[in-house]
């Protein structure tokens, strides 16, 4: 699915990412990696095959992308450093043509010289062209338009017969956007668009626009 902002095209992916092909950038948002497992630890039955799945989604967008960028939108690790963090630095490792920036979020705690040795760029901002990524949504708007996370937005989908379904979704508002959270097992926050703003929700193999 594609949408144009500011006259920048970008592609919705259904892995909760997008991209922006005129800059080969893709973009990220709430990874948490250590979520699952910080939870195992402390003694919550939580499946690991959603640390495969994640790891399975990342991977192949960057083996599959035309790919020079990946703008992280914080809260790439879910708290502490442990063993997936290492995995996913030695993942980087595996892409030396990429550029790897970390917008940093309110879970993204550790020292940041372990992110610089892991191979990130580090901001608590970044500008470009048009756009300002930020990890929470700006509270104070600026002339760019602000793409950031955070948030986790969901929107609950109603059926005729009144069953309804919260999906994952990134929305479009008139000066901001947010994605929405990359990592398994990270819940949802339902999202009230105002009447000129655009929702488009992630399914399995597709994202496609909803009137919410």
């Not at 879910?78 to 997936?84: K, L, M, P």
């Not at 892409?95 to 309110?106: A, E, M, R, V």
């Not at 993204?108 to 929470?136: N, R």
């Not at 097992?185 to 009137?211: A, M, Q, S, Y």
Request: proline share 4%; aromatic share 10%.
């Amino acid at each position: 699915m594609d949408v144009t902002i500011r006259d920048i095209n970008i592609k919705l992916l259904s892995t909760k990412a997008m991209l922006i092909p005129e800059w080969n950038t893709l973009v990220v948002s709430d990874l948490h990696f250590g979520k699952i497992t910080h939870f195992r630890k402390n003694g919550i039955g939580i499946p690991t095959h959603g640390i495969e799945d994640n790891w399975a989604l990342l991977r192949s967008m960057l083996l599959n992308e035309n790919i020079d960028e990946v703008i992280f939108l914080g809260d790439l690790f879910h708290a502490h450093i442990n063993d997936e963090c290492y995995a996913f630095f030695d993942l980087l490792t595996q892409f030396p043509s990429i550029s790897f920036i970390l917008i940093k979020g309110n879970h993204d705690i550790l020292d940041e010289s372990i992110y610089h040795t892991g191979g990130l760029q580090v901001y608590d901002v970044l500008k470009k062209g048009p756009f300002i990524f930020t990890h929470e949504p700006l509270e104070e708007l600026t002339e760019a338009y602000c793409i950031s996370g955070h948030i986790h937005p969901g929107v609950r989908m109603v059926g005729k017969g009144g069953q309804s379904v919260r999906l994952a979704c990134f929305y479009f508002g008139e000066h901001q956007a947010l994605l929405p959270a990359f990592g398994s097992f990270t819940g949802l926050k339902t999202i009230k668009p105002l009447e000129n703003d655009r929702v488009f929700v992630c399914l399995p193999d597709e994202v496609i626009e909803v009137f919410a």
